[in-house]
């Protein structure tokens, strides 16, 4: 609907029309060098972590047209493409009137023998969750859903359930109207009564060139067993953050830490273009740069994973500060839990730089390049979204400058201090002032002492601080990194050297109760705990341990009096007062199940479990109005949850296809097996063969059958 213009098109659009994103699926044929069957032997033989994954281990030399689904999202400037059937990954983003790839995109699909369970492809943003590695799911057929927003908006979901710790991990891949970025808003859910692995990498690709210059904000960069290094300058006095300069030597992998701040990118000065990455700090710390050799040690990967597209870097995000794998240096880095029931969340933003001449600062609204030279300062900036704002230079902590200007998206503006201009002599700012440039509403500031960013944590360790501490309980500490790297029977040994010479030493009781309880010896992981309560009737960890042993061994009484003590911990109260809830449920008492259940999301909003259960209670209940409120609220924070699909089937509001249809995962029957087993230990027995019943004639998979036996 046009507007007429009555008083200028600078006070009103010609269209006023809400802008609206677009997305689409689509079928599209790629050259595609597959592997082969998974190999029938278990993953057990190779690396137990992994169970019950099969490895792939056929690789095709000679490519093939293959079919793919293809969701393509797109606004005024840019485009991404999502591969639903390879990981779900971002196959690649450009903007749309310059043709710049921001986000590297292979035009073959080309497997290669380099993940966790084998196969891999480059490119994209890849998606990683679980123990270190390219994740299991990262070359296979994930859940996905495609949504449009009431804002303007368009998302695609993204998701799988990692099979070895029953976590479920889910990435809304968002594209706003009006904006020149892309989010992609995470969930990680660990649903069970155990601590699991947490490992989380977003891994993003774009092109290695030699103009290309990362900025990667920080003062030291950390090995992957933690060792502390020098950056961006090494020893030699090499640029690191220059691609060029990094010949010599092998592939490299670089953690940048040491300051605080919420953005990194790069920049092609030739091509005057670039690509950054920006989240909050507190949720994304871990900014890693990946490198292949420079030499043709990494060359010969550029012909493995490409035809014509040449070679790539990696700018990777974590939740942690490396990607950790045990080393001989001492220092304070090392395997971190996920601890049971807990849900986190976060964002992220993935975005173009146009223009600038490099990157100095970024933000979620945009992005900016400070240069100084001689006397002058330039400044290059521009924005993600439309807006007004107030430039600011302040020279030793004096505004100097003032400047109200308006930005278009992606169209850099330039201004320069500290030369004649059009208003006449401006004043030479000294090389050592401290310049400070900021664009309030852009939340963007550039500080010239990087310092004042600079963060007091310590990355070593005195040499003298491990051989202080006690043998045995360097012992626990080993063994308790090698339960979160899901290194059970290493742990087992470890835990049990130390038991044969400290009897009662409460970490090593915890440990092996917890190992006990894993392989389904609970009576012998109960002796263990008891033991621990020996020593200190309230301890919180004790109980709950104790709690799902006695639980798992039908003893009820003794499961619901030790989850009420675990429940004084904050630790353990979300998580306990959700198995009480489940305790009440089983034994009939529904009033008792919601009063849990209720107490539950008081100290964790967002817990999944405690909502499904009661949404089973409101179904029993013949509550359809608080049912379907609480179905909308699990849709809304996991649109691809399976048990609000079951749910809408078992209450006959819906039909099994649509149950089966959204199961569209490599492994489709696991999915379905564990809602059936959800019910079950909800006391829904009728519920879980109904659903595997449903999987017999939909998915016809003879497991479902054995279980429903």
């Known amino acids: 609907v046009s507007v007429p213009l009555t008083l200028g098109s600078q006070y009103f659009k010609l269209d006023a029309q809400e802008p609206r994103a677009r997305i689409s699926e689509e079928i599209r044929i790629i050259e595609t060098y597959p592997f082969s069957d998974p190999n029938p032997v278990p993953i057990l033989a190779s690396d137990d972590r992994l169970y019950p994954y099969h490895r792939f281990e056929g690789y095709a030399h000679r490519s093939e047209p293959v079919e793919w689904k293809v969701v393509h999202l797109e606004n005024e400037w840019i485009e991404l493409w999502v591969l639903p059937e390879v990981g779900g990954k971002v196959w690649g983003a450009r903007v749309k009137e310059t043709g710049h790839e921001f986000i590297y995109r292979n035009e073959v699909i080309k497997f290669r023998n380099i993940a966790l369970r084998g196969p891999w492809t480059s490119g994209g943003i890849e998606f990683n969750f679980g123990v270190i590695g390219h994740t299991p799911s990262t070359a296979t057929p994930v859940d996905y859903r495609t949504r449009e927003h009431d804002d303007g908006s368009v998302s695609v979901v993204v998701g799988a359930m990692d099979l070895p710790s029953r976590t479920h991990w889910r990435v809304e891949i968002r594209l706003p109207p009006d904006r ?226 308006s930005l278009e998206v992606l169209e850099p503006i330039e201004r320069e201090f500290g030369s004649v201009d059009a208003t006449g002599e401006s004043p030479l700012i000294p090389q050592d002032a401290e310049v400070i440039v900021e664009f309030p509403r852009l939340r963007l500031r550039y500080h010239s002492k990087p310092e004042s960013r600079q963060i007091s944590r310590p990355f070593s360790t005195d040499a003298e601080a491990i051989p202080s501490i006690p043998l045995s309980d360097r012992e626990v500490m080993a063994a308790r990194e090698l339960v979160q790297g899901r290194h059970f029977n290493e742990a087992r040994n470890l835990f049990e050297t130390v038991l044969a010479k400290e009897p009662w030493n409460r970490e090593v009781l915890l440990g092996l109760a917890d ?195």
């Open 180 to 405: 020149a970025y892309f989010e992609t808003n995470v969930l990680w859910w660990n649903p069970t009564t155990l601590e699991q692995p947490y490992y989380n990498w977003m891994t993003a690709a774009a092109f290695a060139q030699d103009d290309l210059i990362m900025s990667i904000p920080g003062n030291s960069y950390l090995e992957h067993p933690g060792a502390q290094r020098d950056w961006p300058f090494d020893s030699e006095g090499r640029e690191l953050s220059v691609y060029d300069q990094n010949r010599f030597g092998s592939n490299k992998s670089f953690h940048v830490v040491g300051e605080l701040n919420d953005f990194f990118g790069g920049y092609y000065l030739d091509d005057d273009y670039g690509f950054g990455h920006w989240s909050r700090y507190e949720e994304m710390p871990g900014q890693k740069l990946w490198l292949w050799a420079l030499s043709r040690q990494g060359g010969i990967w550029e012909d493995l994973l490409t035809d014509t597209d040449g070679q790539y870097v990696e700018f990777q995000a974590g939740r942690l500060l490396v990607q950790y794998s045990p080393g001989d240096d001492v220092n304070p880095i090392s395997q971190v839990g996920f601890d049971p029931g807990a849900t986190d969340q976060w964002t992220e933003t993935w975005f173009p730089v146009e223009g600038l001449g490099g990157l100095s600062d970024a933000s979620r609204d945009g992005a900016m390049f400070v240069e100084r030279e001689g006397g002058r300062v330039r400044v290059r900036t521009h924005a993600f979204v439309e807006t007004d704002d107030t430039m600011r230079v302040l020279v030793n902590g004096v505004v100097l400058f003032t400047d109200e200007v």
């Open 515 to 709: 190992l006990e309880y894993r392989r389904g010896r609970y009576a012998e992981g109960l002796n263990f705990a008891d033991q621990v309560l020996r020593l200190d009737a309230y301890d919180s960890e004790g109980n709950f341990i104790a709690g799902n042993l006695y639980r798992a061994l039908g003893q009820t009484i003794d499961a619901r009096e030790a989850f009420g003590w675990s429940a004084r911990s904050v630790a353990f109260r979300a998580v306990s007062y959700v198995q009480l809830a489940e305790l009440a449920l089983v034994g009939g008492d529904y009033l008792e199940a919601g009063r849990y259940a209720r107490l539950a999301k008081d100290y964790d909003r967002n817990s999944l479990s405690a909502n499904r259960l009661l949404a089973v209670l409101a179904r029993l209940g013949g509550d359809v109005a608080e049912w379907d409120r609480i179905l909308s609220s699990i849709l809304e924070l996991d649109p691809l949850h399976h048990f609000a699909e079951a749910e809408l089937y078992l209450a006959d509001v819906s039909t099994g296809e649509n149950v089966v249809e959204g199961l569209r995962s490599e492994y489709p029957e696991q999915e379905l097996l564990e809602l059936a087993i959800d019910y079950v230990e909800l006391g829904q027995r009728d519920d879980a063969i109904a659903l595997l019943e449903l999987g017999e004639t939909g998915l016809r998979h003879p497991m479902l059958r054995v279980w429903r036996a």
